[in-house]
């Protein structure tokens, strides 16, 4: 009989013991949880949730190289436009001197210093072709790494290296951009029958100018159609590097648009909901402390003094 009394008595404490730590880790879980304001410490805690927030997180890591690409895409058009408004600033600028040169009343003299002129204006449309991007290459070069033109030492012509397209950059979602033009997308035009480029429309024009005689008058005043056509193409480029910077606008409004509705989502699935913690905490505090009072008043009957 007394065996069954000593066995019984151990099991009550065990039991007890058990019950009580049980409580007490409940209780830290709950402090933790509001500590840290992470509902889940482990992903066995709720591992359907857990997998759905390490979904989300690998989904805002997408999203940040997504991001960065974009901000390159848009630097790099932002460069483009700025080359391209400097780009039209030279070519009207070639047109005020042709229009002058067309003037009957000007001296050799006179055409030779607008010729002069026009080949500083050319040098630095060839400068500007050859600007460099966010990442130092050719901006209008497509992916070359080096100039996008060259120029003859001997000839004065200007030549395309670069390749055929520039590269194109992720935004998300299967979108992608490209970050820039190439030279003779936009370099390149036609002017009535005559295909031709900047360069070379303007070496001939400088040519024909600086030549002076009765044909330069001539040249310059048929040079003002050749740069119309001109400017029209280069503006046109600009326009379609205006419609890829709006639409890197729009991808990233919606990019972030889903990037907050994932924050929420995080937190509705993650987080510690603080006010229902407490009460959690509160409640369990309470039944470990009748828990604890319960075991101190159980085990001091006299019933339990005999047993044991």
């Known amino acids: ?3 069954s009394v000593s066995t019984t008595t151990s099991a009550f404490y065990e039991r007890s013991s058990l019950d009580l730590t049980s409580l007490r880790a409940q209780m830290e879980q ?4 509001i500590s840290s304001g992470n509902r889940l410490a482990a992903s ?11 979904n989300l997180q690998r989904q805002d890591a997408i999203s940040k190289v997504d991001a960065g690409s974009a901000n390159r895409a848009t630097a790099d058009l932002n460069l483009t436009d700025s080359a391209m408004t400097e780009m039209i600033n030279s070519l009207q600028r070639a047109r005020q001197l042709a229009n002058q040169a067309a003037t009957g009343t000007l001296s050799n003299a006179q055409r030779t210093s607008i010729g002069n002129e026009l080949v500083e204006l050319r040098n630095n ?19 070359a790494s080096g100039d996008a033109y060259s120029v003859d030492a001997t000839t004065g012509v200007v030549s ?9 950059l992720e935004l998300g979602d ?22 031709t480029d900047v360069f ?23 040079a003002l159609t050749t740069l119309d056509d001109a400017i029209t193409s280069v503006s046109t480029g600009q326009t379609v590097v205006g419609a890829r910077l709006s639409w ?4 990233t409004e919606r990019q972030t648009t889903m990037s907050e509705a994932r924050s929420q989502d995080q937190s509705t699935l993650g987080a510690t909901d603080i006010p229902t913690a407490y009460t959690r905490l509160q409640e369990l505090a309470t039944v470990l402390q009748a828990s604890q009072a319960s075991f101190t008043k159980i085990s001091g009957l006299s019933l339990f003094n005999m047993m044991s």
């Open 30 to 33: 709950v402090q933790t949880q």
């Open 200 to 222: 070379a429309a303007l070496k001939a024009i400088t040519d024909a100018i600086s030549a002076g005689g009765s044909g330069a008058q001539s040249a310059a005043s048929t």
């Open 44 to 54: 066995s805690d709720d591992p359907l949730t857990a997998s759905r927030l390490r």
């Open 1 to 3: 009989m007394s065996t």
């Open 248 to 251: 890197i606008d729009l991808n």
């Open 160 to 168: 395309y290296v670069g390749s055929g397209s520039a590269g194109s």
């Open 174 to 195: 299967g979108q992608s951009v490209k970050r820039s033009l190439t030279g003779p997308e936009f370099l390149n035009f036609s002017s009535g029958t005559t295909s």
């Open 125 to 143: 449309l060839v400068s500007l072709a050859n600007t460099r991007d966010s990442a130092g290459n050719a901006l209008f070069g497509g992916d």
